[in-house]
């Protein structure tokens, strides 16, 4: 009984759009409603609500279950089965996010691989640099590339991701090579667009001194490939993912230049998803492939 009328609370949750509001109609305490959820997400082993610093949002276990109360029990047990069956063998759709040229050149060939050796989940997946809410949007997790913010969403470092100050030769020549990090001040910058502070250039030194130096922007873009080339072409000094860059260093089409200076905070890749309690088996299993390579 009281697990019938647990998912009465659920799909009244839904209906009224806050715990808060379901708890008024239902003429119950916040904390009452609240140990409801707790109990379904125990006995069924998943996760109803993604709970973030900025907001609470229904799963699609806890849409799919609230649309299936209001109708036969047969229906219920039915949904109820599929999602056990999820949390035994990777099945559903996979939302994932991930940045463009990075996702292109290091996470297709896996995320093929994946989709091939679990036929039973749907891969749907995104290659965009812009910034997307992971909860808000539906995703089931994103990779992204920097500094992460405190979200209230787990985050797990997958790799390096070192950022090269570049240049031409050609621009080297015609503005001389720096020696330290102000004497970039005058020059041509290609800008990230999506970065918080697109012409700012903060580095630590080798005498681990940390500082910045703002640059002359003449180009703008979100693409790393973009910019490599605006790049290649002394358009601008840039700075570039290593992996973008590290063929031209080595034939000499573009310098690494004030190489003693690296770019602070280091960046990282990360796997970013809702929480670790309750964690879709398809989520899991992704996850382990990404750190497997």
Request: charged residues 25%; negative net charge; hydrophobic residues 40%.
């Amino acid at each position: 009984m009281f697990i019938h009328s647990s998912f009465q609370i659920l799909r009244t949750i839904l209906q009224e759009g806050s715990f808060t509001k379901a708890a008024q109609k239902l003429d119950m305490s916040g904390a009452a409603v609240g140990k409801h959820v707790q109990l379904l997400e125990s006995k069924m082993k998943l996760r109803l609500f993604h709970r973030t610093t900025r907001t609470i949002t229904p799963t699609d276990a806890a849409i799919k279950i609230s649309t299936a109360v209001s109708q036969s029990e047969e229906h219920l047990n039915g949904i109820l089965e599929e999602l056990a069956e999820e949390q035994s063998t990777p099945t559903g759709r996979l939302k994932i996010n991930v940045p463009m040229s990075y996702g292109e050149l290091f996470l297709a060939k896996p995320m093929a691989k994946f989709a091939a050796a679990y036929p039973d989940v749907i891969v749907d997946v995104d290659f965009d640099d812009k910034r997307v809410h992971l909860i808000e949007e539906g995703y089931d997790l994103v990779i992204r590339i920097g500094i992460l913010e405190d979200s209230g969403l787990i985050a797990k470092r997958i790799s390096d991701f070192p950022i090269l100050m570049c240049a031409s030769p050609k621009l080297v020549q015609e503005l001389g090579k720096p020696k330290a990090p102000k004497d970039l001040a005058k020059w041509p910058f290609i800008c990230y667009s999506n970065a918080s502070h697109p012409s700012l250039w903060s580095y630590k030194s080798d005498e681990e001194k940390s500082s910045s130096v703002n640059l002359r922007p003449s180009l703008y873009a979100n693409s790393a490939s973009m910019m490599k080339e605006a790049c290649l072409e002394g358009v601008g000094a840039a700075l570039l993912p290593q992996f973008c860059c590290d063929s031209e260093i080595e034939d000499g089409s573009l310098i690494h230049i004030l190489p003693e200076c690296s770019t602070a905070p280091e960046r990282g890749v990360y796997v970013i998803y809702p929480d670790k309690k309750f964690l879709p088996l398809k989520v899991r299993k992704f996850i382990d492939m990404l750190q497997q390579n």
